[in-house]
């Protein structure tokens, strides 16, 4: 019961923390949705990074680099820290300046001003929405997963007997996946109901630093029932070499794999046909290569970029009190990716070769990678810490969730009902009203979605990013350059939809989970599409007002 009750004493102050924000609730729309634009530079930085560290960096990530290796480090961490800061000071201060001088709460409404476009809110919204809940998704499956993990023998076995998927991996009387996502889901959604992005940031910086220390005490702690780091790291170097193993090749041996395939295909043929008396020695299977080439390799630095077309990130940019706010995020950033994604990669790459009392601490077979940290935690840790370190895990999944689930409420608040159906005619306590309603509509979704196990954390993650990374071009072609015209923004946004569309059908709707295109990661097939759009097509059509262009950019010098 320890782990349990160390759980929903955490979740119990989560609660207490959304009560307490209400009682600073305004009851405006702006201090709901972007909390009157008075967040300063530590809560900013706290929400930015909370929310960008999801269950894809934590249990996604441990996944990963338990069936892929160390090599996942370099795939993601050491390049998401560099270009997130460059995306919040290249793009993030730009948009907030937009927002404060124009008075924009979402994405929508500051892309239908720069592209003079009424519909093209009409477009954009199924698609962010649909990126969004795969996002979400992520979040619950880790949350129900981390819990079901570490809370078993917590109750009679009578009451919750392990069933279902991955049953064999889930102890009798753990609280069962179906019921800690439903909690989940409910706590994140009762203070971001009562506490709009005001709570949501509260929580957010509480929540970071309950993981951001946890994580690392957690790290140590398996470390040191493994036998240390270095124990740990020699276990796997004896045990499963290939997981250490430097995962960049600077040639493509794949094809000249499939041709070893297809001769030795042949060659076992006419061995099975040939007598017994002269078959001889069998043909020897080739051995696939390993690790990912060059191309697969620089291919990952686009997914990155996801973040500078967030819409909860976004939001939380029109926080700010000032562009000063953005300092701290921009250079502390990078130095808490490190600290939260390396531990988790490494434990991920321990677990491989992980061996207590003779007995592996994973067993053979496992195949729910979402689960190998839970079951870390539950196994190495002793039931207190193992509650808190549980609660630190949560955190991290919740402080993304949060912010989620409020982005959309916002957007259909604001940009659908708000501007398309009521004509700009909401009150404020109607826009309130509206957005709380289709966060619940939202979090209800997301839980039945959720109960399917549509798939792996992380596999969900990219597909996901990948949607986000294609657009990226537009919110930087909107900021920046002058010349960018309605119908280049039209042509980008729906090439990123087909194109995107089209390679997740080719990999299985997401089943295939080492599907490449050309050999890269699809985001780059993706955003080469929409680029070449965007610009194609601005090039040949009418270009912005004058009026437009001086509204975003100012008066031209010679005009002065």
């Not at 338990?66 to 201060?93: D, E, N, P, Q, R």
């Not at 109901?193 to 993981?211: L, S």
Request: charged letters at 15%; one cysteine or more.
């Amino acid at each position: 019961m320890t782990p349990l009750l160390i759980i929903m004493g955490y979740l119990a102050l989560l609660l207490g923390l959304g009560v307490l924000s209400n009682r600073y609730f305004r009851g405006t729309a702006a201090d709901y949705f972007v909390a009157s634009r008075g967040i300063g530079s530590f809560l900013l930085l706290m929400s930015l990074f909370g929310t960008t560290m999801t269950a894809f960096a934590l249990v996604g990530s441990t996944g990963e680099s338990f069936k892929a290796g160390i090599g996942v480090y370099g795939m993601m961490a050491s390049s998401s820290g560099i270009i997130h800061s460059a995306c919040f000071f290249l793009v993030g201060i730009r948009l907030w300046s937009f927002g404060k001088r124009h008075g924009y709460i979402t994405q929508i409404q500051f892309f239908r001003d720069r592209f003079e476009s009424d519909k093209i809110g009409l477009v954009l919204f199924p698609i962010l929405v649909g990126l969004v809940i795969p996002y979400l998704l992520i979040g619950v499956m880790a949350a129900g997963t981390t819990i079901e993990k570490v809370t078993g023998g917590a109750l009679p076995a009578s009451m919750f007997p392990a069933h279902g998927v991955g049953a064999a991996h889930v102890a009798a009387g753990a609280v069962p996946y179906w019921l800690g996502a439903a909690v989940i889901c409910i706590i994140v959604l009762t203070y971001v109901f009562f506490g709009g992005v005001r709570g949501t940031a509260w929580a957010n910086a509480f929540q970071t630093i309950v993981f951001i220390v946890l994580g690392c005490v957690t790290f140590f702690v398996i470390a040191d029932k493994l036998g240390g780091a270095r124990a740990a790291t020699e276990a796997v170097a004896e045990r499963n070499p290939d997981k250490l193993r430097r995962t960049v090749r600077p040639d493509d041996p794949l094809t000249r794999y499939h041709a070893d395939q297809a001769r030795y295909a042949s060659a076992r043929t006419k061995w099975q046909a040939a007598p017994e008396a002269e078959r001889g020695r069998p043909p020897r299977a080739p051995k696939k290569p390993h690790g990912i080439t060059m191309l697969h390799f620089l291919s990952y630095l686009f997914i990155p970029l996801s973040v500078g077309m967030f819409p909860h990130l976004f939001q939380h940019w029109l926080t700010a009190k000032s562009a000063r706010s953005f300092r701290l995020a921009i250079i502390a950033h990078p130095a808490l990716i490190m600290l939260v994604w390396v531990p988790c990669i490494l434990i991920g790459v321990w677990a491989t070769s992980a061996v207590i009392d003779g007995k592996p601490v994973i067993p053979p077979g496992f195949s729910n990678p979402n689960a190998v940290l839970a079951v870390l935690v539950g196994k190495l840790a002793g039931p207190v810490l193992g509650g808190f370190l549980t609660a630190g895990i949560l955190a991290a999944i919740m402080s993304s969730l949060d912010s989620q689930f409020l982005c959309i409420g916002s957007i259909f608040t604001n940009d659908i009902v708000g501007h398309y159906l009521r004509r700009d005619r909401l009150s404020d306590r109607q826009k309130v009203m509206i957005g709380r309603a289709f966060v619940v509509f939202i979090v209800i979704v997301t839980y039945l979605l959720a109960l399917l196990r549509p798939g792996a954390v992380f596999t969900l993650g990219i597909w996901c990013f990948s949607g986000f990374a294609s657009l990226f071009p537009l919110v930087l072609a909107a900021v920046y350059w002058k010349r960018v015209t309605k119908a280049g923004a039209y042509a980008s946004v729906l090439t990123t939809a087909a194109v995107w569309i089209w390679l997740f059908a080719k990999a299985g709707y997401g089943a295939n989970r080492e599907f490449l295109f050309l050999g890269m990661m699809p985001v780059a097939t993706i955003i080469a599409a929409s680029t070449a759009a965007l610009v194609l097509v601005s090039l040949v059509t009418k270009a912005p007002s004058a009026a437009t262009l001086e509204k975003f950019f100012g008066k031209p010098r010679h005009a002065a």
